[in-house]
């Protein structure tokens, strides 16, 4: 049997050195310059892509951005201007309420010797008390103490419910809740005056209000419906034509 040569020592070595060596190092140096200018390429390509991606990230998230502070923009126009006609409508009422005030009669009457003042019958007796006690509330509303004039008004009702100013005050009863965005207790007072004082003349401003407050709390068939109602109920009414331009813009 012939016995097997083994490298020797110097040839080991050699090859030893030649695989602790880098793969370009077995080329010559003009294939390992062009491989490293080739991988030099392909890095900067890849540099130039990730950049050009986040240049565009970026000016999708400015774009954003503007439209962001431009819709921002609208809405804040949008609701000042629905302040604004608040505040138009509510002033309307106000001044057509405080007019149809001007022309009622003034009776009051005075109270009988030896009555109680504080007693029912004075109470029922002195419409002047109950207009003073009306303005009082109306004076609260003017100036935007809401919850106070709800209370006032409230208290106006229950100690007066037979008072021709009681319709006035429970409609504007609704309008304090009303200013407060409270459109649930809005609602229940504007229905109390078609329900207690359904021939005044706040009972058709008290149904427009409801379809208001419909449309606020994001049910326009409820709304469509209560200014159906006012046109039947109220066909020859200020707030009737106000629910017949609404139905039009349906």
């Not at 109390?192 to 427009?208: E, G, I, M, N, T």
């Amino acid at each position: 049997m012939r016995a097997r040569l083994l490298p020797s020592a110097p040839l080991l070595c050699l090859l030893s050195a030649l695989a602790a060596q880098p793969a370009w190092a077995l080329f010559d140096d003009k294939e390992a310059r062009q491989w490293i200018s080739d991988l030099k390429i392909k890095s900067e390509a890849r540099f130039d892509q990730q950049a050009k991606a986040q240049l565009d990230l970026a000016g999708q998230i400015q774009h954003q951005a503007e439209e962001i502070a431009r819709l921002r923009g609208q809405i804040e126009t949008l609701t000042y201007e629905l302040e604004q006609a608040r505040k138009r409508q509510q002033d309307f009422y106000l001044d057509l309420d405080s007019r149809l005030r001007r022309l009622e009669p003034q009776n009051a009457a005075p109270v009988s010797a030896g009555e109680n003042p504080g007693s029912p019958a004075a109470t029922q007796a002195a419409p002047g008390a109950e207009s003073a006690e009306y303005d009082a509330a109306l004076e609260l509303f003017k100036s935007s103490k809401y919850p106070a004039a709800a209370k006032a008004f409230k208290t106006f009702v229950e100690q007066h419910p037979d008072s021709a100013l009681a319709p006035n005050a429970q409609f504007w009863l609704g309008n304090s809740w009303y200013a407060q965005r409270n459109c649930t207790k809005a609602i229940e007072a504007q229905s109390f005056v078609l329900s207690r004082y359904p021939h005044s003349d706040k009972a058709p401003d008290a149904l427009l209000a409801i379809a208001t407050c419909q449309q606020d709390l994001g049910n326009p068939k409820g709304a469509n419906q209560s200014w159906q109602q006012l046109l039947e109920k109220y066909p020859n009414t200020p707030a009737a034509d106000k629910a017949r331009e609404r139905l039009k813009k349906k």
